[in-house]
């Protein structure tokens, strides 16, 4: 029942998110746009992390992209029509700020309803990740402490090389060891 | 509890496990010995169901392990409840966002109750208290030892297989698990190259070279025998020529 009803609740949310993304795509509403960004920054629940992220990876994309887009209206038009791009850049930010703020809330797993599969897949390509990052780093670091010129490219180049096979290799033994643990801590899908 | 006959097991025509054959009473306290490429890593693994031999029979608890037997949901789950491995690579072992699902994922999958009591004491007893939040990848090589430590006492199984669980805990870590793990009721089979720490970790050892026991008995019999630890390799020799005298050392 738990699990139908989290099942359910996930459904409701992403058919939320939807229908108001869609609502709010088509809409040039600037007191629309206003409303749903008070909603979104109160929905989240680090504000102002949200808020900030938003704006920053968001507000100053789309500004780039409307100056390029005036640019271009200029050149075709011979004029600019300041309150478009306006509507483009706070409709876009508007559209990111609340699915951002709805996974802030309730989760990736909450809006899409993701399964205990992916979520493994998630967590385990994260972790690869992680410790990839670290055998690269230790390496470079090894490599640098056994002669190898940090600033010469062929060497950097070759260094490379040989890691991508070692990695690949490291790579087929943690899948193999990462499916043994999985069986004997209990996972039998 | 556990009997193994005749178990030959080859990985990539290599013979890892020779014509073994061991039995395990209950609430025995095993110490797996053996240099590096003995054998004990792949003998744990086979005794936890996970590999499998090409000729011997294993049984637990008088159940014939095999691949077909553990293929049966209600068999999986009720071997798995019962027998649980720490993995000499921590990496493989952990799959969840945060120490604190790490902890509980076992737990959850093979449906088994504990209380907050429980959980709390192998929290407070590894330290990971102020951890249960972290990201297991981003803890460092000791710490993710221990989260994978309290995974597997979680569980608190029958028949508890631990591969180094030392080699990455520094020493008061290494005293209060050794404390704890002797005060559990269940069995245990504890692989470690470690002399000093052999003797606290069990009374009995088994003691593996290329594959085969070459001893099964007590801990101390055993590394306190020169020549057998010699046998085993864990002695070597070598000509000091600056004294002109052969002599020989613990590793």
Request: aromatic content about 12%.
């Amino acid at each position: 029942m738990d699990r139908f009803s989290d099942f359910f609740i996930s459904k409701v949310l992403l058919v939320i998110l939807i229908a108001t993304l869609i609502f709010t795509a088509s809409s040039s509403s600037m007191m629309l746009f206003g409303i749903l960004s008070v909603i979104a920054f109160l929905i989240s629940k680090e504000r102002f992390y949200v808020l900030k992220f938003t704006f920053f990876a968001v507000f100053i994309f789309s500004f780039f992209v409307a100056f390029i887009n005036g640019i271009f209206i200029y050149y075709l038009t011979g004029h600019i029509d300041l309150t478009q791009q306006i509507i483009f850049v706070w409709r876009s930010f508007v559209l990111t700020y609340l699915t951002i703020s709805f996974i802030n809330r309730f989760g990736i797993v909450g809006v899409f309803g993701i399964t205990k599969e992916i979520r493994l897949f998630i967590v385990l390509f994260l972790a690869k990740k992680e410790l990839f990052i670290r055998i690269l780093k230790e390496s470079y670091e090894a490599a640098a402490s056994r002669g190898m010129n940090t600033k010469s490219f062929s060497d950097t180049l070759r260094l490379i090389a040989s890691l991508a096979v070692t990695l690949f290799h490291k790579a087929l033994l943690l899948s193999k060891e990462n499916n043994l643990a999985l069986r004997s801590r209990g996972y039998y899908g | 509890m556990v009997e193994c006959k005749d178990i030959v097991l080859s990985q990539n025509e290599q013979i890892i496990l020779d014509s073994l054959s061991l039995s395990v009473k209950e609430k025995e306290k095993i110490v797996l010995l053996g240099i590096n490429g003995s054998g004990k890593s792949t003998l744990l693994k086979f005794l936890n169901g996970l590999i499998f031999s090409q000729q011997g029979e294993y049984r637990f608890k008088g159940e014939l392990i095999t691949a077909n037997f553990l293929k049966k949901k209600e068999n999986f789950v009720n071997f798995r409840k019962e027998c649980s491995l720490l993995f000499q690579n921590i990496d493989a072992m952990l799959f969840s966002e945060s120490v604190k699902k790490e902890l509980l994922f076992s737990i959850e999958l093979l449906g088994i109750q504990r209380e907050e009591k429980e959980i709390d004491q192998v929290i407070k007893m590894l330290g990971l208290h102020d951890k249960l939040d972290s990201f297991p990848f981003m803890l460092s090589g000791g710490e993710k030892q221990k989260v994978a430590l309290a995974c597997v006492l979680l569980v608190n199984p029958e028949l508890l297989l631990l591969d180094e669980p030392l080699s990455s805990l520094d020493h008061g870590v290494s005293k209060k698990l050794i404390d704890y793990i002797q005060s559990l009721e269940s069995t245990s089979i504890i692989s470690t190259h470690s002399l000093v720490l052999a003797p606290e970790l069990g009374e009995r050892a088994i003691v593996l070279k290329e594959g085969k026991i070459i001893y099964d008995g007590g801990v101390n019999s055993f590394v306190n025998n020169h020549e057998l630890l010699h046998k085993a390799g864990f002695l070597h020799t070598h000509d000091a020529q600056d004294l002109g005298i052969w002599h020989s050392h613990k590793k």
